[in-house]
């Protein structure tokens, strides 16, 4: 492909994503292709003679299309969002454009240093505390997920418990880490990666709102050290995935604090929504934890991946993961004046991420953003209004912010009905979830593209689903 | 941003980056920017008001692009390359319009289906043997970078070995685990991550051209037998960072197979070579072992991230790997129809990063892939014999790809000056290294728009600036 080709085939990409995007909702939201569908529309082997892109754009449109399940949907209410926005597009677009790496500051130092940017202005819009700024002990870093967050937390908190020895003699069989079913499966995915073990990641129990009892921490703590075993780590969930319960973090970092046992909160999801000053008690607890995530990636429409990670002591991070060998050395790095962030994360290499933070923050702003979240919440609240209203449902947990999650009173059975009746429509895409044994809706209302009359439609659909169960 | 202005930045964009790449040649090729004079040319709180995009254009010129390294000029001789192409930047672009997150097959199925032909089609086309295929028990997966690879070639290493037991009770502390000083710091930094330790990595001596001798692990093995530990895991390399060795993988592969012990092959550079039938040596053994992985975001034009790693059985990878939640469980993943990809990678979320290589393959094809890795070696071995032909030179290790690796006869003193000054001068970038103790220049003819001409003016400038040395 020539630059002249790239010129106008560029164009026509563009042209492409914006007539996507904008129409995105004459598709049905979960793809309706069986199981090697897609695949079999390809040829088995790879092309011999080069094509012309108009081929590959046709393909997108004949085969890619139908084998998505569209996220940017307007009517996409599962999991968590995964929003783009038109300026985060262009960002990563720049990204593919300059083609560098910026595993340390000397192989771009700009890579390096608009992304410690990023995550100082993050922290100020969503009003972190300032332990997490660049200019203290602390920082932050873009990492690619909240499970790879959660895997350099856990290796940051394996560090100081063994002061360094694991990175040596390899774990210790007695460390033990703290969290509750409710967590994200990608603590469990950490403790294992880690090479601690499930048996050692010990499952405090939750109230009746699906948050962590402080007071069975502090027993678990209490039986597991009378044992011989040494407690290491906590994540806590500010949001969880299944119900978006908030751990109780004040209460659960002053038993961290006086344990001596490392923090870490998971607020991929919700934690995007102190962006608003009046929802920033999602915050709540920050000033006295070891390490927080959040994801622009899910609610703030700066695609996937920018996952924002954050430490207040960055100290036993690098400790777990710096290695230096000569090919890696530069002047720069040897001074200590600068981060190189390669030793802040598990790979080495990493792309100039903080381009679409950057386009979004500059060219759109918090605004939009802002004002798309109070949408969201407020939606979500008269869903939550209508459910309670209709007395075939049960809300099942607290729905603070964009998602409510309920059962239908028939049991299980009947609300997996609705639920795979409801997707298997292609007008909208729910996750169903279960806890403490009760299957249920989960309905997030995240979508940038979604407006008050997709809600409307959701849970007309839902309703109407749920007429007609057998 | 609306669809009218995000089509018309859009082109804009597109046409940044083609100046930007077609003209990359005038910048200098290492950044001469000072610790944080990037960031101080940038507000240091976010923006109150939203700005045209036309501010942000000017901003990559004006203090982004004198921050940046620029991995694609013609004279980049550093590291391993980190090429891109244009159907490789428009795929990237693709992936990000497309929004879409492919944990599970569900989730997306042409997200999963196009990766795993495109794992096919490479394994074609590189002539990997068919155990890697997809239609078996083993199969490929898109990882981020080869460091993942190594993580997860590990982590299924340790399960097979332990026979799952590792994910509930931990490491035991008697793995142990193989490779050479010379290997990857990815290797160490995965060995830490997955808590075994850097004590039970055990170093095996390597021949005088840098690769490992298969007597040395098999005495290695041996005497840790004999004092109780339990050998899991040998990292070969085809093709070192350093000076491209390659460890006789037939031999060790002999070895591993008779021990019971997962042989990783790390080819992450040089086994994008294979795609020329006559360097198809660098497969050497692969169809003996038990994971291989290659990175076309280095050699092939593919913008990072894009690692390919196989393995011939999948099964102690997703056991692992797999955690099941309930709200991610899916019909078709309960029904072992498909794929979820999120069971063989460390995060959950994934981007569709196939398309990258789809499109490269596609607009492309490997024809000029194969005419750029021939010209690179070609002028490589030209280069190492101006470099034998020169008395205050030596050639330190084998060459027999795209990299020559020499020392200044004067002694690492003047080796270490020699390379200061030439990266000083901005008209070319070289990497240090070192290895057996002495220090070396590593030239790596890996550039996309690197040409003969480039190659003779770094030769020129390396021995201008050896007459000058004090």
Request: charged residues 20%; aromatic residues 8%.
């Amino acid at each position: 492909m020539t630059p002249e080709d790239f010129r106008k085939q560029g164009y026509a990409l563009i042209d492409w994503i914006a007539d996507y995007l904008e129409g995105v909702e004459r598709f049905p939201v979960a793809s309706t292709t069986a199981p090697g569908w897609v695949r079999d529309q390809l040829p088995a082997h790879p092309p011999t003679e080069t094509e012309p892109f108009d081929a590959v754009l046709a393909d997108l449109d004949r085969i890619v299309v139908p084998g998505l399940t569209h996220w940017q949907h307007p009517s996409f209410f599962a999991y968590f969002p995964a929003n783009t926005s038109y300026p985060s597009i262009l960002g990563d677009l720049a990204t593919a454009g300059l083609g560098v790496n910026g595993m340390s500051w000397a192989t771009s130092p700009a890579c390096t240093e608009v992304e410690t940017l990023m995550l100082d202005w993050m922290a100020e819009l969503l009003g972190l505390p300032d332990r997490f700024r660049s200019d203290g002990p602390g920082g932050g870093v873009i990492q690619g997920s909240a499970s790879e967050a959660t895997l350099c937390a856990i290796l940051a908190a394996r560090q100081r418990a063994t002061q360094g020895a694991v990175n040596v003699a390899g774990v210790p069989g007695n460390l033990v880490a703290y969290t509750t079913s409710q967590a994200h499966s990608s603590i469990e995915k950490g403790v294992r990666v880690a090479g601690v073990g499930t048996d050692n990641l010990h499952v405090v129990a939750h109230d009746a709102a699906f948050a962590m009892r402080p007071d069975a921490l502090e027993a678990a703590i209490a039986e597991d050290r009378a044992a011989g075993l040494r407690p290491f780590f906590v994540c806590a969930t500010a949001g969880t995935t299944s119900t978006t319960a908030f751990d109780p973090v004040p209460e659960l970092a002053a038993i961290c604090r006086r344990e001596g046992i490392w923090l870490h909160v998971d607020a991929a999801h919700a934690g995007i929504a102190a962006l608003c000053p009046e929802l920033r008690w999602v915050n709540a607890g920050l000033d006295q934890v070891d390490s927080y995530c959040t994801n622009p990636h899910k609610w703030m429409g700066v695609n996937f991946d920018c996952d924002l990670f954050w430490v207040a002591d960055r100290a036993a991070l690098l400790g777990a993961l710096s290695i230096l060998p000569e090919y890696l050395r530069t002047a720069a790095g040897e001074a200590g004046a600068v981060i190189d962030y390669r030793d802040w994360q598990i790979p080495l290499g990493r792309r100039f991420r903080s381009l679409k933070l950057w386009f979004t923050l500059r060219c759109d702003g918090v605004a939009p953003i802002q004002s798309m979240i109070r949408d969201h919440v407020g939606w979500t609240q008269e869903l939550a209004a209508w459910v309670a209203a209709d007395d075939r449902f049960e809300i099942v947990a607290p729905h603070p912010l964009d998602l409510v999650c309920f059962a239908h009173r028939g049991g299980d059975e009947a609300t997996d009905a609705m639920i795979a009746a409801a997707n298997a429509s292609g007008s909208a895409f729910f996750t169903r979830s279960v806890a403490d044994g009760r299957s249920f809706v989960r309905v997030c209302v995240g979508g940038r593209m979604t407006e008050r009359r997709h809600v409307e439609a959701a849970w007309a659909l839902l309703q109407s689903t749920a007429n007609t169960l057998p």
